[in-house]
């Protein structure tokens, strides 16, 4: 399990890669509560293009920085998912309030204007 | 229904043996060469099966979880996830999505959904104070498809 | 001596089961990251011994094989394989290099050698119409050079 | 496991892709058998560039063949090692009897010359 961030005006990318369970939730949740406390994000994208494998703990997970984010009225998107994760958040419900981008592309045009 | 071989493998419930038990019923099932989806799918559910045994049966302390899986004819697997931790007062209750009773760990309430969705049968059996077993069923059928 | 973790599997002496079981032992000793030649090594030794229980101790019958494994302290793997199968009746003739008692199924009587060669140690221990034990341990010197 | 033939005059390069184990020198015992089976081919060489994995069965089933292969005075030898097959020939002792080529180009070259 790798995590990696990078940062776009006032929205941060955060990159995972491997098998996100149980097991290394933890560890990849300090991590980006860490970077998000830093005030000026306001955003977070996460992109999962390398993610091979998450299960309802990853989607606790997920949830649970959307929430944080929320708060500050900040928005929690998605990109890149292979069929496994996607399967994982569409029936656990995850894209009724995050939000799913087809490409980064469309994560960076849908930041600008908000 | 025939059995074409079968394996139990047991283990103490840290949760560094939940990417370890995916991989050995995921290699157990690929006997029957499913799908890759298909395989996904299994092994999404022996996640969910096995997280639930390491946080909700055993909590903070470390007791044996045990797998047991079976091919059954060319086509299906069978598998047992069981525990001998806490056990559940409602099952009903527990099943239902978004349900969980450790909102502080985050938990989404969705592991029994996923196994219910990913998989063609859930079974739960709970004796409180004595342990869980969870039993899932999948057919594959891409490999009726193929014959 | 700590053993941070431990796992059992047991499955039917069928040949299919050979390369499961090579999977299994590799995924649970691949947890202390050790190189790809010590897993490798560990791999051949683990087939080699199973492939024994299913050719020699139970021949042409169907009978269970089980492993156990333990990671101790961060760095040693030990695994045991064990049959329930006809026994050895001279374990030190078995051991010899080149030695089979089954050349017409063109064995190569190297099963030991590779597991003494790719182990650290090996320990064989038979009763005659009981079944046959092997333990194997090795120690994976890339860890503690990393250290 | 996978097996493939091609003939070059009259030495046969015989292909293994996957894992040689037990489970399957059966299969792949019975198929170079027919195949040798035919007089015309004289050496064998087991091209191992994707044998993954080996184990004293697979060097059984290989010294099975060269023993057939020695009585109509013909050689075997190999070509392409992966390390773990390399080490298990060489604790087997099997390159006391089988050839080992650096290259197919190297075992072309001796077989034109025996
Ligand atoms: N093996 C188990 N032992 C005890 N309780 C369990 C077990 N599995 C599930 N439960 C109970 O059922 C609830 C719902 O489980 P699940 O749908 O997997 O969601 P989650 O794991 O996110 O809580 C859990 O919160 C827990 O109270
Ligand atoms: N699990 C076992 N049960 C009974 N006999 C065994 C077992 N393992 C090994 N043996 C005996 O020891 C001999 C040597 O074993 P080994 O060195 O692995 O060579 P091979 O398997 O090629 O015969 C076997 O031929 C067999 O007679």
Tied chains: 1, 4.
Excluded: C
Excluded at chain 1, 24 to 35: A, E, L
Excluded at chain 2, 64 to 89: M, Y
């Amino acid at each position: 399990m790798n995590i990696s961030f990078s940062l776009q005006k006032n929205w941060l990318i955060i990159k995972l890669s491997g098998e996100l369970d149980h097991h290394n939730t933890n560890y990849i949740r300090k991590k980006i509560d860490n970077k998000i406390s830093q005030e000026y994000i306001k955003h977070i994208v996460f992109n999962l293009k390398n993610l091979t494998f998450t299960d309802s703990s990853g989607v606790g997970m997920i949830l649970g920085r959307y929430k944080k984010i929320k708060k500050r009225g900040g928005i929690t998107g998605v990109v890149n998912l292979n069929p496994q994760v996607k399967r994982v958040f569409e029936i656990s419900g995850l894209f009724k309030v995050i939000k799913y981008f087809n490409s980064i592309k469309e994560a960076i045009d849908y930041f600008e204007e908000v | 229904m025939r059995v074409n071989n079968s394996m139990k493998l047991s283990f103490p419930s840290k949760s560094q043996n939940e990417a370890f038990a995916r991989i050995v019923v995921a290699a157990f099932a690929s006997q029957l060469d499913p799908s890759i989806e298909e395989l996904a799918d299994v092994k999404t559910a022996v996640s969910e099966a096995v997280t639930n045994a390491i946080i909700h049966a055993y909590e903070n302390t470390i007791g044996p979880v045990e797998i047991e899986a079976r091919l059954l004819n060319h086509e299906t697997v069978e598998i047992i996830v069981k525990d001998f931790g806490k056990g559940i007062e409602d099952i009903e209750k527990a099943r239902e999505p978004l349900y969980t009773s450790k909102p502080e760990l985050e938990r989404s309430g969705m592991g029994f959904t996923i196994m219910e969705n990913f998989m063609d049968s859930l079974e739960v059996e709970s004796t409180l104070g004595r342990g869980t077993t969870v039993k899932m069923v999948k057919t594959f059928k891409s490999i009726k498809n193929r014959e």
